[in-house]
């Protein structure tokens, strides 16, 4: 029986530049991995811990913003302190949803309008 696992995650943005700085800024966020065509860019971003990565894909020509339907999926990541980082994402000013209850998750907004969601690390 052959066994999959979790690889990469892609998001398209308009501004790789933009997102790269997001990403660091926010979840600390790093390239591992990078590809180029004469028509798009790659770079696979991780996290440090895992091998999962999240995909950002720049098309060289794309000029709109990509539509992102009634955002029914999101990104999830955890932290061991959910407070240092709402905290944090609020003064980004990236927030776009509370947490309704103390330490609870939130989410917030990357540039290009995709959600994600940051929950504690659950003991």
Avoid at 38 to 66: A, M, N, Q
Avoid at 104 to 114: A, H, K, N, T
Wanted: aromatic share 14%; net charge negative; proline share 5%.
């Amino acid at each position: 029986m052959r066994v999959y696992r979790f690889d990469h995650f892609n998001f398209n943005v308009l501004d790789l530049e933009r997102s790269l700085k997001f990403y660091d800024e926010a979840l600390g966020l790093r390239p591992v991995r990078e590809r180029r065509t004469d028509s798009y860019r790659l770079v696979f971003l991780g996290d440090g811990e895992t091998g999962f990565c999240l995909e950002l894909t720049w098309l060289f020509d794309r000029k709109e913003p990509y539509d992102l339907g009634e955002q029914e999926f999101h990104l999830a990541l955890m932290t061991d302190d959910i407070e240092a980082s709402l905290q944090k994402h609020e003064a980004m000013g990236c927030v776009v949803q509370r947490p309704k209850v103390p330490g609870g998750f939130y989410f917030l907004e990357d540039p290009d309008g995709y959600w994600i969601e940051i929950i504690p690390v659950r003991k």
